[in-house]
């Protein structure tokens, strides 16, 4: 008997049942495929969003940093209330979205007195703050 005839003797029943197990898996796919469809663009925009947050993080504490790469002290450069990168520091340290990196930044203004000198408690303070600022600079944080 060839393979052919004994597809014939099968009953017609089973055949049906072969070509809605067909139909069921052509359904099953489309509707996956439909749904990937659809959420394809939900994923893409999450993750572009996700990205540009992350380059504008980076993008703050690079400026941050910058206000610091004169090399003078790092409490000669915020000297005076007034003080231009006093300001600029406050401004961007309220950008950033870590906690911690805000805090930090914050400490070490508050840290950071009007006659210049180097208090240990502000270069205690510029040090944790600058640990935080480049966890956000490398993506850490």
């Known amino acids: ?9 099968w009953p017609a029943s089973a055949q049906r049942g072969g070509e ?13 495929g439909a749904a ?4 394809a663009p939900v994923v893409s925009s999450a993750t572009s969003r996700r990205t540009r947050e992350r380059d504008a993080q980076q993008e703050i504490a690079s ?18 209330r007034q003080n231009p990168s006093r300001r600029r520091l406050y401004l961007l340290a309220l950008r950033l979205k870590s ?12 840290c950071s007195n009007d006659s210049g000198t180097d208090d240990p408690d502000a270069l205690t ?3 944790s703050m600058m640990i935080e600022v480049a966890k956000i600079y490398t993506g850490g944080s």
């Open 1 to 9: 008997m060839s393979a052919h005839d004994h597809l014939r003797s």
């Open 20 to 32: 809605h197990l067909a139909q069921l898996f052509t359904l099953v796919a489309a509707v996956v």
């Open 36 to 39: 990937i469809g659809l959420l």
């Open 63 to 80: 400026s941050i940093m910058k206000i610091f790469e004169e090399g003078d002290s790092p409490t000669a450069v915020l000297t005076g």
């Open 99 to 110: 906690r911690s990196a805000r805090d930090a930044c914050l400490r070490f203004i508050a």
């Open 125 to 127: 303070a510029w040090d």
